[in-house]
């Protein structure tokens, strides 16, 4: 299995841009979630997603910031206009639903977006 | 609702040296609980986990946890520690919605 994917790596933009983040979840999970990590304030849960449906989407910091699970295999999170606070690592995650709630979550590598 | 502490930023002990990571939690149903690790531009990798069943917790690359209800803690240890040992290490707990609530997060150093 190819784990969970998540692109671009690293994206570099000026404030004011639009940027699309995309992941890719493992196959078979229905559930994912998108982080942000940050030196100030560590790991925060954005949104999450149970069978491409929005179950919480309390973290996202304000309506700059919106994503979308059009089917089980892609999820995009898009910052519109971006903004040099926005700056972190942000990372997808998916885990399998059901009586396996309890197995954790499979991390992507994440994509490290840097806004001038 | 829950949350999650971990003691100490930062954590540095000699190579062959006890790891002892501590991790206390809050939740107000029986908790799920997990130890993840991070090494550097990575994501993070599940080390092990604790549902029910036995309180004492075995993960990968030597570690283990025990949880401890009386004491609501699930610290992470290690026998000998390894120079490829350092990382930052992550306690978290999830609720029955999925949702999983990190820590703040320890960096472990391992000095030669």
């Known amino acids: 299995d190819a784990g969970v994917i998540q692109s671009p790596r690293h994206e570099v933009t000026e404030m004011g841009q639009e940027v699309t983040l995309r992941c890719k979840p493992i196959?078979?999970?229905?559930?994912l979630f998108w982080y942000r990590q940050t030196m100030m304030r560590g790991l925060e849960l954005l949104i999450y997603?149970?069978?491409?449906?929005?179950?919480?989407d309390s973290g996202m910091p304000e309506d700059r910031f919106s994503a979308k699970m059009p089917n089980a295999s892609f999820s995009t999170l898009k910052i519109q206009p971006s903004e040099p606070r926005d700056s972190a690592v942000y990372f997808c995650?998916?885990?399998?639903?059901?009586?396996?709630?309890?197995?954790?979550?499979?991390f992507g590598s994440g994509t490290q977006l840097s806004v001038l | 609702a829950q949350s999650v502490t971990q003691l100490g930023s930062h954590v540095s002990v000699s190579e062959g040296a006890l790891v002892l990571l501590r991790c206390n939690y809050s939740s107000s149903v029986p908790p799920y609980l997990f130890w993840y690790v991070q090494y550097p531009n990575q994501g993070l990798q599940l080390l092990l986990k604790?549902?029910?069943?036995?309180?004492l917790v075995k993960g990968i690359n030597g570690f283990e946890a025990e949880f401890k209800k009386s004491e609501t803690s699930f610290h992470l240890t290690k026998p000998s520690a390894h120079m490829s040992d350092a990382a930052e290490y992550f306690c978290a707990v999830q609720n029955q919605g999925g949702k999983l609530i990190f820590g703040q997060g320890t960096e472990l150093s391992v000095k030669p």
């Open positions: 997603f149970n069978n491409n449906v929005p179950i919480d």
């Open positions: 196959s078979g999970h229905n559930s």
């Open positions: 604790y549902t029910t069943g036995a309180t």
């Open positions: 995650a998916s885990s399998p639903r059901g009586e396996a709630v309890s197995f954790g979550l499979f």
